[in-house]
């Protein structure tokens, strides 16, 4: 089972090759796009093990060069000097702007690898082979690269877009069963801020999609990869549509970075979803039933959906401040109207920012 999809950006675009059981063959189909004769395969201690030298040796076996430079695993590691230590490693092994990166791993070594791609000799291209669910079915797409300062998340970064992104459903089966139902937030995003139907389905077909049936999973990546390629044509640098993908991830990433990043993104989003619908019906843009819709949605799929009542909600509120999507002093929300569609506005009192964060436990 095999699908392709293609996001449409011009001299900029790019294929998605999404199916189960495709990693044997990412070497041949590298060969044949010609990007690169040699690449720097970028990835975690973790996946590293798991699939480092096995993808080096796909990649060997297609006639191209592939040579594996690993980092300590976690989200304490996007940081600029990391990417200062990897770009070194390349210089010091000569690679040159013919060369090529691969992101083989999850979302912060996808993020990483696109931001070295974007400024190492000004350029080189890059492909991502996300390994988990987060990154098939969000960061691996679009071109948003970065790393983290310690006054917030991903404040450091480029619009960069990869050169190919391969998607092999089967390294699902060695993802901790926190991070799959982690990324399963970032699904839940696209139906409740853009497809009430594909929010439905997803209900529907909650039982199929945890045991990992690929009569399940394949289209469900699929759906998530369609709607935002749909988004980045027509936004790719985030000047206005592209800013409903960030649905719970203003109050998300808050909460993320107040819990010094233990808490992973997947349940951080999970609970901005929660607060930012809240939010919506606090101010009267939402009906109370989005937020039961929305809330038993995340619970169906062992998300998290309360703000700990341990963090700081001071601290909270400061890194609100510093989120990428705060203009002027003023921060944007992404509200939900109902499931499916949503709306964007600075519109929101102090007071029932206030409320929402002070809930160690949100009603409901």
Same mark, same amino acid.
């Given at each position: ?9 011009g ?7 999404i ?9 041949a189909?590298l060969?044949?796009?010609g ?17 480092g ?21 976690g989200e ?10 990897l ?5 010091a ?8 990166l ?18 190492y ?5 890059f ?11 969000d ?31 089967e ?25 009430a ?5 997803l ?7 945890v ?7 394949v289209?469900?990546i699929?759906r998530?990869?369609?709607?935002k ?8 640098r985030?000047?206005?549509?592209r800013?409903?993908?960030n649905?719970?991830h ?6 993320? &970075? ?7 993104h ?6 901005g ?15 109370p039933?989005?937020? &039961? ?5 995340l619970?169906?799929y ?12 001071a601290a ?8 990428k999507?705060?203009?002027g002093?003023?921060?944007?929300f ?5 499931i ?25």
């Amino acid at each position: 089972m095999e699908q392709t999809i293609q996001v449409g950006l011009g001299e900029r675009s790019y294929p998605i090759t999404i199916g189960t059981g495709i990693f044997q063959r990412i070497g041949a189909a590298l060969q044949a796009a010609g990007h690169a004769k040699r690449y720097a395969i970028i990835s975690d201690d973790r996946v590293a093990s798991l699939y480092g030298r096995q993808l080096q040796e796909i990649v060997q076996q297609a006639g191209l060069t592939g040579e594996l430079i690993v980092f300590p695993q976690g989200e304490a590691s996007k940081r600029l000097a990391t990417i200062e230590q990897l770009a070194s490693r390349l210089a010091a092994g000569g690679f040159d702007r013919k060369d090529g990166l691969i992101a083989l791993g999850g979302g912060v070594t996808g993020d990483m690898t696109g931001f070295l791609a974007a400024i190492y000799m000004r350029g080189i291209p890059f492909v991502q082979i996300p390994t988990t669910l987060l990154a098939q079915v969000d960061s691996s797409v679009g071109g948003k690269t970065g790393v983290d300062l310690a006054q917030g998340k991903n404040l450091v970064g480029a619009f960069y877009q990869p050169r190919a992104v391969f998607i092999d459903t089967e390294v699902l089966r060695t993802l901790p069963e926190e991070e799959f139902f982690g990324g399963m937030a970032e699904v839940i995003k696209y139906g409740a801020a853009i497809d009430a139907e594909f929010f439905a389905w997803l209900d529907q077909q909650r039982e199929a999609i945890v045991s990992l049936d690929p009569a399940a999973i394949v289209p469900m990546i699929r759906r998530c990869c369609e709607l935002k390629a749909m988004v980045v044509e027509q936004d790719e640098r985030e000047g206005g549509l592209r800013r409903i993908l960030n649905f719970g991830h203003t109050i998300g990433h808050a909460v993320e &970075a107040a819990s010094g990043y233990r808490l992973i993104h997947g349940y951080a989003v999970a609970i901005g979803m929660r607060a930012v619908a809240e939010l919506a019906a606090r101010i009267g843009v939402a009906d109370p039933s989005v937020v &039961a819709q929305i809330t038993r949605l995340l619970r169906a799929y062992h998300l998290p959906t309360e703000i700990p009542a341990d963090q700081d909600r001071a601290a909270l509120r400061a890194y609100l401040s510093t989120d990428k999507k705060t203009v002027g002093g003023r921060i944007f929300f992404v509200l939900p109207e109902r499931i499916g569609t949503v709306r964007i506005t600075d519109q929101v009192g102090e007071a029932d920012i206030a409320a929402v964060l002070s809930a160690g436990s949100l009603p409901g």
